[in-house]
DNA sequence: CGTACAATGTCATGGCATTGTCATATAATT
DNA sequence: AATTATATGACAATGCCATGACATTGTACG
C-alpha cells in the first residue's frame, strides 16, 4: 500500500525537490510549509511519516516534534529531522527530541529514500501486529504490556523495544550494531558494549519468570532470541 | 575481516587524525592529498569505502565523486563526504553527486566510525544465502545454527565459520594457505599448521554425531568437505 | 524548587571459551 | 627403514562476555 509522507519544510524549492523525490519512489505527500500549516494537516490526517525541518519560522522543527511527542495519538508518528550544515550540535542530536532518524542539508535522494523505507520498517510492524506470541512470551504493542504465561513483567521503555524487536525476529542472530541501529536507531551513537548490558537486564527480569534461556549468547556474533514452547 | 578505508583530504593534520581515528578503529587506511592522488590509489586498490574532503586543491572533492560515479567498477564505492562549516550553501549540489552520507568538520571520532560503520552495513548487504543444505548438514546463517539430522552441534565461532565456507563449496580441495585466506582472512598471519588443529577440532564435533567421515584429507594438498548422503 | 527515583550509558574487572602454537605420535610414501 | 605429511594432546595467550558499580540525565512528586 502506498504511504504517505508529511513534509514540513519553509524553503520552497527544497519542499518541491522533496516531493519529486518521494513521489518518484511511489509515497504519496502532503506539504507544509510551517510548523502551524503542519499542525492543520495533522489534526485532520494522520500520515505514515513526517519528513521535518529543523529550522523553521515561528515554531521551529525541534519544538514541533516535542510537542508531538506530547501527544498519545501521534506519539508514534516517525519523524526524520533535516538538518543543515553547521545547525547540528552534539547535545541536539538525536533521541533528545525523539526523532527516529535525521538527516543533514544536502542528501542524496537514494539515501533519503533508503533511509526512509528503513524507519517505516522499524515501525510500522507494530501497527500489523499489536499482539506478538512467541510460546509463553506475550507482547502487546498498543498496552505497551509484556507478559509471560500471562503474568506482567516490569520492564524498562528500551527493554521493551527490544523485546519488540526480538519476538519480531524469533531465533535469529543480531549482532550488537544491528541491533543498536534497529532498536536504538541510526541517529544515536552508543557503544557496543552497551547492549551487552541491556541485555543483562532483560535477562535478569526474564530469569524472575523462569525464561533464563530466552536470550541467547552467540559468542563472536551477538545475541538470539528463542521463546521457550509454550505450556 | 578488516575494511580498507581511503582518506582524501588536504590538511595533514586532519589526515593523521583521521588515519589514527580509523585504524584505532580497526580499519586499515589508504590516505591521499589530492584528488588526483587519490585516483592513482583507486587505479590500483579498490577500498571497502571513501572519505572525501568537499574542497581539495585542484580537482574538488565533488568533481571527484561524480568522476568516480561514471566509472562503472567505482561506482558502488560509497562516500563520505566532509565538508566543513560554511561550505554548506549549495545544497543542491550534494544531492547530485550521490554521496552515501555527509559530516561536518569538526566531527566526535565515534560519530564518524559510527557512521563508516552504518554506510558500510548499509552497501554490503548479506550476499551470503541463509539456508545452505548439504545432505544431513544444514547451515542457517540468520540462526547461526548448524546440525546434522536437526541435532544441533555446538561449535566456535571459527569452525562455524569453516563449516559455512565448506558448505558454500562442496567436494572441492582447498589448500591450508586457501583456507587462511578465505576462512580467517588475507590480513591475519597464522602459521598453516593451525589450519590442521581447526579440523582436527571440527572432525571430533562431527564424528559425535556419526560424520566422522565428511571432511577428508587429501594429502599433499589439503581438505575437501563431502557430505555424507541425506538419510 | 529541590529531592528521589528510574532509566540509560559507560567503565573496570574477572572468568572462561576460543584460538594459536608446539612437541610428539601416527600414518603414508619412497 | 627413512622421510615426509598429518593427527593429536597439551599449554599459553588472547579475546569476548557477564557482571557490578557508578555517572548522568530526565521525570515524578512533595
Same mark, same amino acid.
Given at each position: 500500500?502506498?504511504?504517505?509522507?508529511?513534509?514540513?519544510?519553509?524553503?520552497?524549492?527544497?519542499?518541491?525537490?522533496?516531493?519529486?523525490?518521494?513521489?518518484?519512489? +511511489?509515497?504519496?505527500?502532503?506539504?507544509?510549509?510551517?510548523?502551524?500549516?503542519?499542525?492543520?494537516?495533522?489534526?485532520?490526517?494522520?500520515? +505514515?511519516?513526517?519528513?521535518?525541518?529543523?529550522?523553521?519560522?515561528?515554531?521551529?522543527?525541534?519544538?514541533?516534534?516535542?510537542?508531538?511527542?506530547?501527544?498519545?495519538?501521534?506519539?508514534?508518528?516517525?519523524?526524520?529531522?533535516?538538518?543543515?550544515?553547521?545547525?547540528?550540535?552534539?547535545?541536539?542530536?538525536?533521541?533528545?527530541?525523539?526523532?527516529?532518524?535525521?538527516?543533514?542539508?544536502?542528501?542524496?535522494?537514494?539515501?533519503?529514500? @533508503?533511509?526512509?523505507?528503513?524507519?517505516?520498517?522499524?515501525?510500522?510492524?507494530?501497527?500489523?501486529?499489536?499482539?506478538?506470541?512467541?510460546?509463553?512470551?506475550?507482547?502487546?504493542?498498543?498496552?505497551?504490556?509484556?507478559?509471560?504465561?500471562?503474568?506482567?513483567? +516490569?520492564?524498562?521503555?528500551?527493554?521493551?523495544?527490544?523485546?519488540?524487536?526480538?519476538?519480531?525476529?524469533?531465533?535469529?542472530?543480531?549482532?550488537?550494531?544491528?541491533?543498536?541501529?534497529?532498536?536504538?536507531?541510526?541517529?544515536?551513537?552508543?557503544?557496543?558494549?552497551?547492549?551487552?548490558?541491556?541485555?543483562?537486564?532483560?535477562?535478569?527480569?526474564?530469569?524472575?519468570?523462569?525464561?533464563?534461556?530466552?536470550?541467547?549468547?552467540?559468542?563472536?556474533?551477538?545475541?538470539?532470541?528463542?521463546?521457550? @514452547?509454550?505450556?
Amino acid at each position: 500500500m502506498q504511504k504517505t509522507i508529511l513534509l514540513v519544510e519553509d524553503e520552497e524549492a527544497i519542499l518541491e525537490m522533496l516531493e519529486m523525490i518521494l513521489q518518484q519512489a +511511489d509515497f504519496s505527500t502532503l506539504s507544509a510549509n510551517t510548523a502551524e500549516q503542519a499542525q492543520e494537516i495533522l489534526a485532520e490526517k494522520t500520515p +505514515d511519516l513526517m519528513v521535518l525541518d529543523w529550522m523553521l519560522p515561528g515554531i521551529s522543527g525541534v519544538e514541533l516534534a516535542r510537542r508531538l511527542k506530547k501527544k498519545p495519538e501521534l506519539k508514534k508518528l516517525p519523524i526524520i529531522m533535516l538538518t543543515a550544515r553547521g545547525e547540528e550540535d552534539d547535545k541536539v542530536r538525536g533521541l533528545e527530541i525523539g526523532a527516529d532518524d535525521y538527516m543533514t542539508k544536502p542528501f542524496s535522494p537514494k539515501e533519503l529514500v @533508503a533511509r526512509i523505507q528503513a524507519v517505516l520498517r522499524r515501525t510500522s510492524p507494530n501497527n500489523n501486529q499489536p499482539l506478538l506470541q512467541q510460546g509463553v512470551f506475550q507482547l502487546n504493542t498498543d498496552k505497551h504490556i509484556l507478559t509471560i504465561n500471562n503474568q506482567i513483567l +516490569d520492564v524498562s521503555p528500551l527493554e521493551f523495544k527490544l523485546m519488540q524487536f526480538f519476538m519480531q525476529n524469533p531465533d535469529k542472530v543480531f549482532s550488537r550494531s544491528q541491533l543498536l541501529d534497529q532498536v536504538w536507531g541510526r541517529s544515536v551513537y552508543v557503544e557496543e558494549r552497551t547492549v551487552d548490558v541491556h541485555i543483562r537486564r532483560l535477562r535478569k527480569v526474564l530469569a524472575e519468570h523462569g525464561c533464563k534461556e530466552a536470550i541467547q549468547t552467540v559468542r563472536g556474533f551477538g545475541y538470539r532470541f528463542s521463546a521457550p @514452547a509454550d505450556q
